[in-house]
């Protein structure tokens, strides 16, 4: 069965830079879209990046010009590079994908999440 398994996340001061990764079995990352999202204590989840097959980006207002969406294909794996991190980007961030290439707002699979926390 497919399983999204996420890492990188961690502590860092505002103005650092953490790189996010999500290890895909079972699901051909660069076949589909896939995304990120995150969700904050008593805040409810926000999508943060797409991806599509093509390799069509979007990106929340919150974060464009400072993270990265994209995609290793050779590692089967999906990446967040986070810049000029903000303590409002503080959050369980979540790797999620689905079963079709342009996005649709139907998401299949997602990890168990990672925890990234900016002061």
């Known amino acids: 069965h497919v399983q999204l398994v996420e890492s990188g996340g961690g502590s860092v001061q505002a103005g650092g830079s953490l790189r996010l990764s999500c290890v895909a079995s079972a699901y051909t990352v660069r076949s589909y879209c896939m995304g990120w999202f995150r969700q904050a204590p008593g805040k409810e989840r926000e999508e943060v990046a797409t991806?599509?097959?093509?390799?069509?980006?979007t990106y929340a207002d919150s974060v464009k010009g400072r993270f990265t969406i994209s995609k290793d294909n050779a590692q089967n794996t999906l990446n967040l590079q986070m810049n000029s991190a903000k303590p409002e980007d503080s959050a369980m961030y979540y790797c999620?994908?689905?079963?079709?290439?342009?996005?649709?707002?139907?998401?299949?699979?997602w990890g168990q999440g990672t925890q990234v926390t900016v002061s």
């Open positions: 999620a994908g689905q079963w079709s290439y342009p996005c649709t707002n139907e998401w299949t699979f």
């Open positions: 991806i599509s097959r093509d390799g069509e980006t």
